[in-house]
């Protein structure tokens, strides 16, 4: 059985897609590394760029069971799995560079996880991780029962906040990827949220996008206000400022808005006078 194959051991295309396509971050730094792209410090480099995957790659796999609902897209949730090990591949591969920009003195690397917040918090989202990944198979989900097993792996929003936690503290003056990704992050807990209570078409999504939007620009400028006392009404100002650069808030707001026209195909495409089908009990 691969892991591009269905239940019944047939070629699944969208799976195969995906496994596919999440080794291409990985081959893109090994050829920029190649390249020399990635000098003068490459492992650092490669260091970073497996981390950002990693945190992208976690919260894609928390978004397929939202974009699987809005769209009507019930075969998504068969990648969701293969997406969240992706991200546990990414952060392995992250701590292995880690090791190796240690230059293989494992002692030095475990002080370090214990001496350095940053670290520390990085590696107990990558233990999490682990647990996650360990039990995600069709047998450890039936031995814990499903409902034993939804509870264990919701942990996974945890151990996203720990690794955007992880992504601040270790970044120097440009925070835009973490902030990206924390308003992306703060959509899926808003869709959570309004999920649980039936706010689920169009013009919810719309709110939503204001909404999470707004607290991205807010998180970046308090980013900034507190780390270097920069004037915060500036910074919110920045986001307006859209011929010099286009802010994370406004990524976030389009990314979240995109969902709506998701929506209606997804209203097009479900059988008339059903809703989408959803797990019952969470979210995910
Ligand atoms: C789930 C766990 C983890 C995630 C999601 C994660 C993610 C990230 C991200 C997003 C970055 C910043 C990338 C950038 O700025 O472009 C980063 C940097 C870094 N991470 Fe992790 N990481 C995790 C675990 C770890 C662990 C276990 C270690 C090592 C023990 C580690 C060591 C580092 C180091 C050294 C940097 C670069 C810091 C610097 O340049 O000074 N991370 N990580």
């Known amino acids: 059985m691969f892991p591009w194959n269905d239940r019944k051991g047939r070629l699944a295309p969208l799976k195969l897609i ?4 999440l080794f291409l971050p990985g081959l893109w730094v090994a050829f920029q590394w190649w ?4 000098a003068p410090k490459p492992v650092t480099e490669a260091l970073h760029q497996t981390g950002a995957w990693t945190v992208r790659l976690l919260l894609l796999s928390l978004a397929i069971t939202p974009v699987r609902s809005i769209a009507h897209w019930p075969r998504l949730v068969d990648v969701r799995r293969m997406v969240g090990l992706g991200a546990l591949a990414y952060v392995l591969i992250h701590l292995g560079l880690y090791v190796v920009d240690q230059k293989y003195d494992l002692w030095r690397v475990v002080s370090e996880i214990a001496l350095r917040f940053y670290l520390t918090i990085g590696f107990l989202a990558l233990l999490g991780l682990v647990a996650l990944g360990v039990t995600s198979t069709d047998a450890m989900v039936a031995r814990l029962g499903a ?7 919701s942990v996974v929003y945890l151990l996203a906040v720990l690794s955007l936690f992880h992504a601040f503290l270790q970044a120097r003056l440009d925070v835009s990827e973490p902030v990206l990704m924390t308003g992306l992050f703060v959509a899926l807990m808003g869709y959570r949220f309004m999920h649980a209570r039936q706010w689920r078409g169009p013009l ?3 709110g939503l996008a204001v909404f999470a939007g707004l607290a991205t620009a807010l998180i970046e400028a308090a980013w900034y206000g507190v780390k270097t006392g920069v004037d915060v009404s500036r910074v919110l100002a920045a986001n307006l400022a859209v011929d010099v650069a286009i802010r994370p808030s406004l990524w976030v ?9 998701l929506r209606f195909l997804g209203r097009a ?16």
Request: aromatic letters at 6%; a positive charge; glycine letters at 4%.
């Open 253 to 261: 707001f389009a990314i979240v808005l995109a969902l709506v026209p």
């Open 147 to 153: 409902q034993r097993w939804n509870r264990l792996h």
């Open 35 to 38: 390249q020399g792209d990635l």
């Open 269 to 284: 495409r479900a059988p008339a006078g059903r809703a989408a089908p959803v797990r019952p009990a969470s979210a995910r």
């Open 204 to 206: 919810a999504l719309a």
């Open 18 to 21: 995906v496994f596919a396509s």
